[in-house]
C-alpha cells in the first residue's frame, strides 16, 4: 500500500514548485534584457526575437512541468480513491486503525512507529483496565496455574536469572487445551497480567485481506507489533481453525500465510533476548498442524472440573454476592455432573436472577403496577433453591442442546 501523502502537503510542494520554476524564470527573462545592450555584433531584432524564443521555450517547460505533476497528482487520488471504493472492508479498516490508537494511548505506548498493518493488528490489543481476570478468579485448577506461574511467567520475567542456559528460557509457545468453557482464555489472560506483558487477543479475521499479498505483510505484523510492545503475548482462539494440519486442498494463499506465520515464530524462538510468546487455545489438539505443536512444547490440559473443583468454582462465582451463609457447596458440586465452569457460571446467574424474579413477583403483588419504585429493602439472600433452580435450567438446556444436536446428524 503507498504511503498516506495528505492533499495539504502535495499542494504545498506543487506551490513551492511553481514559485520555483517562477524564480528561475525571472531571473532567465531578467538576464536576457541584461545582455541586450551588450550585444553589439547582432542585429537587435535577431537577439529580440531569440529572447522571445526561449521566453516561449521556458514557458512551455514550465506548463508541461506543471500539467504533469497535476495528473500524477490527480491519478493517485483517483487510483486511492477507486482501490477504496472497490474495497468492502475500507471502513472497517479505518475503524480498526481508530479503535488501535485509542488503544495505544491507554497502554501508554509513546514513541513507537507503526506501520498501517501493525495498526490493523493493534486492533487486537486488549485494553489493560478490561483484564480485571486474576489467578483468584479461577477456581479448581489450583495445579495448573501453579505449574504455569513455575514454568512460564517466572522464566519470563526473570530472564536475567539464565542468560546462559538454552534448557531454562521462557517458552515461545503455550498450548492451552481442553473442553470449551473450563478457563483456558481466563487462563490465558491471567497470564499476560501477570507477566506484565500487553496481551494481543489475535481474531484470525485480521489477518484475512482480499487483496494478494496483504494477509503475508498482515502476519508479519503481528511479530513485528509484538516485538515493538514487548513484553507481549499473543493469544489465540482456537488455534485449531487458523493453524490446523495442511491439507492439499488448502488454498494456495492460507498455506503462504501459515508457513510465513511459522517462519516468524521461529524468528522468535532463536532470539533468546525477545519477550514474546505465543499462546494458543483449541478444544481440538488433534487437528492442530504437527509443526505447530512442535513450536508449543509447553502445553497445559484444561479439563473439565472435577466434584471437589465445581464446588470450588460455585463458591467463589458466589463470593461478594448475597448468598445465605449455610450453603452446601459439596452437595452443588455433586448435583453439577458434566458442567464446565462456564455452565456453573451460568448457573449462578440463573441463581441470582431467580432470587430477583420472586421479589418482583412478590412486590407486584403487595404494590401493583408501581411495584418499581418502592425500595428494595427486604430482598431476601441467594439460597440454595435459588441455586438448585440454576442448576436445573442449564441442565436442561444443555440437554435440550445435546438432542437437536444428535437430531441435526440424524437428518
Ligand atoms: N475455572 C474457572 N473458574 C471460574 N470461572 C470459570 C472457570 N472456567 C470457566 N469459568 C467461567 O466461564 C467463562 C468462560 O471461560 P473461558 O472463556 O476462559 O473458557 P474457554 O475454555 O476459553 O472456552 P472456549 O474454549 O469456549 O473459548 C469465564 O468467563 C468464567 O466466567
Known sequence: MAAPVSLDLLKERFFE??????????????????LLPNITS??????????????????????????????????YFLVKFLTNALDPTHKEKQKARERAENM????????????????????????????????????????????????VIFPFRRRDLFPHSNLVQA???????????????????????AAGARFINLQISSLVDKWYGESQKRAEAVFSLALKLQPSIIFIDEIDSFLRSRTGNDHEATLMIK???????????????????????????QD??????????????????????????????MEGEQVEENIDFYK????????????????????????????VSEARRTYGENYCDQVATDMRQINLQDLEFGINKIRISKQTMTDSVSNIQLD
Open 332 to 359: 452443588l458440586g455433586d448435583l453439577t455432573e458434566g458442567f464446565s465452569g462456564s455452565d456453573l457460571k451460568e448457573a449462578c446467574r440463573m441463581a441470582a436472577l431467580n432470587r430477583v424474579h420472586s421479589y
Open 259 to 285: 508457513t510465513q506465520f511459522m517462519s516468524f515464530w521461529d524468528g522468535l524462538i532463536t532470539d533468546p533476548s525477545c519477550q514474546v510468546m505465543i499462546m494458543g487455545a483449541t478444544n481440538r489438539p
Open 171 to 193: 517458552p515461545k509457545g503455550v498450548l492451552l487445551y481442553g473442553p470449551p468453557g473450563c478457563g483456558k482464555t481466563m487462563i490465558a489472560k491471567a497470564t499476560a497480567k
Open 42 to 75: 547582432q542585429p537587435s531584432h535577431q537577439i529580440a526575437a531569440e529572447a522571445v524564443t526561449r521566453r516561449e521555450l521556458i514557458a512551455k517547460l514550465v506548463s508541461t512541468l506543471i500539467g504533469t505533476t497535476a495528473s500524477i497528482g490527480l491519478t
Open 104 to 151: 495505544l494511548k491507554k497502554l501508554g505506548v509513546k514513541d513507537v512507529k507503526l506501520s498501517d498493518y501493525e495498526l490493523c493488528i493493534a486492533a487486537n490489543l486488549v485494553d489493560p483496565l478490561s483484564m480485571t481476570v486474576s489467578w483468584d478468579d479461577i477456581g479448581g485448577l489450583e495445579d495448573t496455574v501453579e505449574q504455569i506461574q513455575d514454568t
Open 288 to 317: 492442530v498442524d504437527a509443526a505447530i505443536l512442535r513450536r508449543m512444547p509447553c502445553t497445559f490440559k484444561i479439563g473439565m472440573p472435577g466434584r471437589l473443583q465445581r464446588a470450588g468454582i460455585i463458591s467463589l462465582i
Open 17 to 34: 514548485l511553481i514559485e520555483f520554476v517562477k524564480s528561475k524564470l525571472d531571473v532567465e527573462v531578467n538576464a536576457d534584457t541584461n
